[in-house]
């Protein structure tokens, strides 16, 4: 492996205990910044959430009796390590719901904390802190917001910051290990490494005479690796979509433009400055400086790629722009200060009025994110109305009974989640009671709940005796379905 000394030692202590202040108060604000999601939202966003809470109930119920099934349950999710992280969620005492909410909470955090190792290593305390700042800052910038299926993706990051640390010091097992760890919870990021890696090895053995032997041979035994990776990713992701044609493209593929306009511009401005920097790094850190610049291109690239034709998961790629933006515009930051203030007094004035005036934006802006997507009204998220129905559910039936719903809203998708009741999707509540109509009911009790928001029952059942209403509110309907039962609708 390549061992760049200026890597894997860090720098020496400073006397002073500005950078320990420093630092402190980079972690401070990035907790704030991470929790100001938890603080200011009240439910997950999405489907995604349902299904992480469903998994890791399902496998713990299982888990005492039934190791087998729990794994096969695990594993057979897209994000298997990402699942299993999530599960431990369970030791905390708070809703479901909230623990989800919490694990991406936390996830971001460790992001931003990762991020100041990396930097801290490549460059010292103060593009280690800056870091630190500027990815706490970008919440909802990362994705547009906070919502379920970032979780596995935010899982990990830190688990690809580490295998570039890792990498970068020339502790070769061990950035194989996470690379492998990376690739569980998130084979897009796994991916994303994995072809960065690749895309590094023929500049690097271009410039091989700068390494001895031994090293030429580990930068080899890593590209086989990743090709082989690359090659099993690839069947891995596509054997989950079973039609890869038929997934839609991004009707709102992320822009550059659009988030170079908004209060995380200034970083994206920096970042040529960063990726400047480090192309000076080839001659004494040609393995973190070919590795970085690789990252960051691919990561431009893939969120760019509705400008090749593709609008494919541009949201997603996101992210790593974020992450790469975060790394390039940390190294310059602190550079570029130096340079227009040489006085430390003026340095740390600007400083302070500079992080200050961005953070009020980003807080004002995370705030308005949050408060759109929490507000009824807009229906992103599960409607006030639609959970006291299932908390009814789960204080007035039996959870042995089935729940059946149309799939006109992923909301049903927390029916079981929330109520243990099992759960059964059909295409909508008309056909569904329509064909009750033309045949025998079904023996066994079971209900059908109406989303109302998103679903009307058409069907007059008054004069229908095997069904009847039992639970009704501005967002939804619940109907019992018996052989037998006495309408009262």
Excluded: C
Excluded at 418 to 425: I, Y
Aim: glycine share 2%; charged share 10%.
């Amino acid at each position: 492996m390549l061992k760049e000394n200026p890597l894997s030692v860090p720098p020496p202590r400073p006397a002073s205990f500005l950078p320990f202040l420093t630092i402190a108060a980079a972690v401070l604000l990035a907790i704030v910044f991470s929790f100001q999601y938890y603080w200011q939202t009240t439910f997950p966003i999405g489907g995604d959430a349902a299904d992480y809470v469903a998994t890791a109930k399902q496998s713990l119920r299982t888990m005492p009796h039934d190791l087998k099934f729990a794994w096969s349950n695990i594993t057979a999710t897209a994000y298997p390590l990402a699942h299993v992280l999530f599960i431990f969620s369970a030791l905390i005492p708070i809703p479901w719901p909230d623990r989800f909410t919490l694990w991406t909470t936390l996830a971001h955090l460790l992001t931003s904390l990762s991020l100041g190792v990396l930097l801290y290593r490549l460059s010292g305390w103060r593009s280690a802190a800056g870091a630190i700042i500027i990815w706490a800052l970008a919440t909802t910038t990362i994705n547009n917001h906070f919502e379920d299926g970032t979780l596995a993706q935010l899982m990990s990051l830190p688990l690809l910051i580490w295998f570039f640390i890792h990498f970068f010091s020339g502790r070769k097992y061990l950035a194989l290990i996470f690379l492998i760890l990376t690739f569980l919870t998130h084979p897009i990021t796994g991916l994303m490494a994995i072809t960065t890696i690749a895309a590094s090895v023929p500049p690097l053995l271009v410039l091989t005479n700068l390494f001895r032997p031994p090293h030429r041979s580990a930068v080899i035994i890593f590209s086989l690796i990743s090709g082989l990776l690359i090659l099993a990713g690839s069947f891995a992701i596509f054997s989950k979509l079973k039609n890869f044609q038929s997934i839609s493209p991004d009707l709102n593929p992320f822009s550059l433009i659009e988030i170079t306009r908004s209060f995380f511009g200034p970083f994206v401005l920096l970042a040529p400055l960063g990726l400047l920097i480090i192309t000076r790094w080839l001659n004494t850190r040609p393995l973190a400086a070919i590795t970085l610049i690789n990252f960051s291109l691919i990561s431009l690239l893939t969120s760019q790629n509705h400008l090749l034709g593709l609008s494919l998961w541009t949201f997603r790629f996101q992210t790593y722009l974020i992450m790469a933006i975060t790394i390039l515009s940390a190294l310059a930051l602190p550079r570029l200060i130096r340079l227009m203030f040489s006085y430390r007094p003026l340095r740390l004035a600007f400083i302070l009025i500079f992080f200050a005036a961005i953070s009020l934006t980003a807080w004002d802006v995370h705030a308005n994110i949050y408060q759109l997507y929490e507000s009824p009204a807009r229906y992103h998220r599960l409607h006030p109305d639609e959970l006291a129905a299932l908390e009814w559910i789960n204080s007035n039936l039996n959870n042995q009974f089935l729940i059946i719903s149309s799939n006109a809203t992923r909301h049903a998708e927390w029916i079981y989640p929330l109520t243990d009741h099992p759960w059964k999707a059909t295409s909508s509540a008309d056909q569904y009671f329509s064909d009750l109509l033309d045949d025998p009911p079904p023996l066994n009790t079971r209900y059908f709940m109406v989303f109302k928001k998103v679903e009307k029952l058409n069907i007059d059942l008054s004069s229908y005796s095997h069904a009847r209403r039992i639970f009704s509110n501005d967002a939804a309907d619940i109907y019992i379905i018996q052989a037998n039962v006495k309408n009262s609708n």
